[in-house]
Nanobody
């Protein structure tokens, strides 16, 4: 299983970005997928998750601004990020739980300028 995250970049506050995580060997609609983030000097934290049946959960600090979803191909999970704030600056990591194991993608850096 390999997870490939993309879509990070530099954006002004109030802007939007969409992160993508393509997972070879994983069907996200049959398992749990998630996005985490880690800012410099801080611990990695859960941003959003999506489980079997499409149930989604969000950290309080992104509710109403971020949306996690899976693609039609079922092996991709997205994170639509709107109304970005400088505090959202971090490396974002995708995660998948598949057949009892945990998998992580490499981080994609999101930088939000004020």
């Amino acid at each position: 299983v390999q997870l490939q995250a993309s879509g990070g970049g530099l954006v002004q506050a109030g802007g939007s970005l969409t992160l993508s995580c393509a997972a070879a060997g994983v069907i996200f609609t049959s398992t749990t997928g998630a996005w985490y983030r880690q800012a410099p000097g801080k611990q990695r934290e859960l941003v959003a998750s999506i489980t079997i049946g499409g149930r989604t959960d969000y950290a309080d600090f992104v509710k109403g601004r971020f949306t996690i979803s899976t693609g039609n191909a079922k092996n991709t999970v997205y994170l639509q990020m709107n109304s970005l704030e400088p505090e959202d600056t971090a490396a974002y990591y995708c995660y998948a739980q598949w057949l009892g194991a945990n998998y992580w993608g490499r981080g994609t850096l999101v930088t939000v300028s004020s």
